[in-house]
């Protein structure tokens, strides 16, 4: 029989209580699982603020007794979340001395950056990556204590490989599905700690902030599940985000090409690269509300192979501000053979990823994260490229973009799709920078002024979903 990977995030787990809430979801399956964790709600956060604060005191006893308090901290919290949700002393006090092992461990990093002095990629990923193994061990322990046969795995246990990029890792399936497929064979309820794999040497390797979603989309693929379930504490993948736009509406049904783009374009709930494990092997999304506990296992939305186009065609509208415009200018850049070749090769050179490029006669313009903006400028500005006279960078950007199967399709009203979205950004004063569609067949997007993305979200929402 095939399993289900579960996948439990930050947001259903925020206070020491709803690890019950997690245990009831788990018993409500009956049958066996693989769970994916994350850390608790903020814990990652505090932890790149420690290792940053680490990083500036380096050497200096007042920054050293900062991070000692933080772990405390975290000691108090792990203790309260104990004494909540496992009742038997024993177990409660042979669980505080795993997870104080752990926090240990934790520690002896932290201390080992004051004495160097610096913060080499490999200790800030296994830094950060604590979070997760905290949760993991915890939640294991109290499902244990409820009587459910529950075992913890740690990715670098079961041989879960990444490319062994540091921040940013990507799975390594080939090396990984036989020996993560046969170590979480087998009953009951195994436990594994998001977030991170290992690279072939045993480094731990983060999938990225956000990555549990990830992990667990991997971990799905090696064992070739029945579907991956991730719980959140929302009711489904929704019109828009409900911190921006007022009463979304859930979205029943969403293809895998069309999830990827709204989480590419800023949907924060699931990770961007959540998706592509499960593609080829059409292994359903399922995604459920954790704070809905009357509807047992019933999925707001399903992500799968299967297209619908619906009478509006946009399903979804998304956005992000992490994003820069870096503009070669020249009077025939557009006409230059070899030049966006040189340009991708000088940025790739420089670690730098290109969300998008769009050009003209004069102008080359390329979309970036914002952190990689003064990177990428300093490399093309000291590049003497022929025919370009002058670089220059605009990071004071939003992007907006509408998702749907048939925004660019012309023989149904998908061909008046992006040009809908923009007249109702524009007639509402919306500064609009740039505007694309047809680089994907599902979504379009504009380029807003920063201060306008919320002004934008909610115009082009209203557009397609207020008068239903
Ligand atoms: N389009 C969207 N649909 C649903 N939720 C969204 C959307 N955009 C942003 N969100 C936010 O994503 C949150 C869930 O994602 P996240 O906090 O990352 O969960 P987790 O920590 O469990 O992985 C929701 O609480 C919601 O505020
Ligand atoms: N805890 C990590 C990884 C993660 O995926 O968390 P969450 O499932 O809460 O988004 C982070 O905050 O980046």
């Not at 932890?47 to 500036?56: D, S, T």
Request: charged share 20%; aromatic share 6%.
């Amino acid at each position: 029989m095939k399993k289900i990977v579960v996948k439990f995030g930050g947001s259903n787990l925020r206070r020491p209580e709803d690890i019950d809430r997690v245990v009831n979801v788990v018993q409500t399956y009956q049958r066996p699982l693989v769970l994916v964790v994350s850390a608790f709600f903020g814990i990652t956060n505090a932890l790149v603020a420690c290792v940053q604060a680490a990083k500036e005191g380096a050497g200096k006893l007042s920054a050293l007794a900062e991070s000692r308090d933080y772990t405390l901290t975290l000691r108090a919290l792990k203790k309260e979340i104990l004494d909540a949700n496992i009742a038997d002393l024993r177990q409660r006090a042979s669980t505080e001395a795993a997870l104080n092992a752990r926090l240990d461990q934790l520690e002896r990093f932290l201390t080992g950056i004051h004495y160097i002095g610096d913060v080499p990629d490999f200790v800030n990923d296994v830094i950060l990556s604590y979070g997760e193994r905290l949760s993991s061990l915890l939640l294991t322990a109290v499902l244990q204590s409820r009587g459910i046969a529950a075992r913890e795995a740690l990715p670098e246990d079961i041989g879960l490989f990444t490319d062994g990029v540091f921040g940013n890792a990507a799975c390594d399936f080939e090396a990984s599905a036989a020996q993560v497929s046969a170590a979480l064979a087998g009953d009951g309820i195994v436990v594994v700690p998001g977030f991170y794999g290992v690279s072939r040497d045993g480094k731990t390797t983060l999938f990225g902030r956000g990555g549990s979603d990830y992990s667990a989309a991997s971990i799905a693929r090696c064992i070739g599940a029945e579907s991956l379930d991730v719980w959140k504490d929302v009711d489904g993948f929704l019109s828009a985000d409900p911190g921006a736009v007022e009463a979304p509406h859930s979205i029943a049904r969403l293809h895998y090409l069309e999830a990827a783009e709204l989480s590419y374009f800023g949907a924060k709930i699931l990770h961007p690269r959540t998706v592509e494990p499960l593609f080829d092997q059409a292994i359903p999304i399922r995604i459920l509300n954790i704070t809905r506990p009357d509807l047992g296992l019933h999925a707001f939305t399903v992500i799968d192979g299967e297209r619908t186009v619906t009478h509006d065609v946009v399903k979804s509208v998304s956005s992000t501000d992490d994003v820069a415009i870096l503009k070669l200018h020249g009077p025939g850049v557009g006409f230059k053979p070899g030049i966006l070749a040189e340009v991708t090769s000088t940025l790739d050179r420089n670690g730098i990823n290109i969300k998008s490029v769009l050009t003209a006669q004069t102008a080359i313009n390329v979309l970036l994260s914002r952190e990689h903006l003064d990177a990428a400028y300093e490399a093309l500005a000291t590049h003497h490229m022929a025919g370009v006279v002058e670089v220059s960078r605009n990071d004071a950007v939003a992007i907006v973009a509408v998702v749907g199967d048939g925004v660019l399709d012309a023989s149904n009203v998908g061909s008046a799709i992006a040009s809908r979205a923009l007249s109702a950004a524009l007639a509402g004063g919306v500064r609009v920078t740039m505007s694309a569609a047809g680089a994907s067949e599902v979504a379009a997007y504009m380029l807003v002024d920063r201060q306008d993305r919320r002004l934008a979200l909610s115009l082009i929402h209203a557009e397609f979903f207020n008068a239903k």
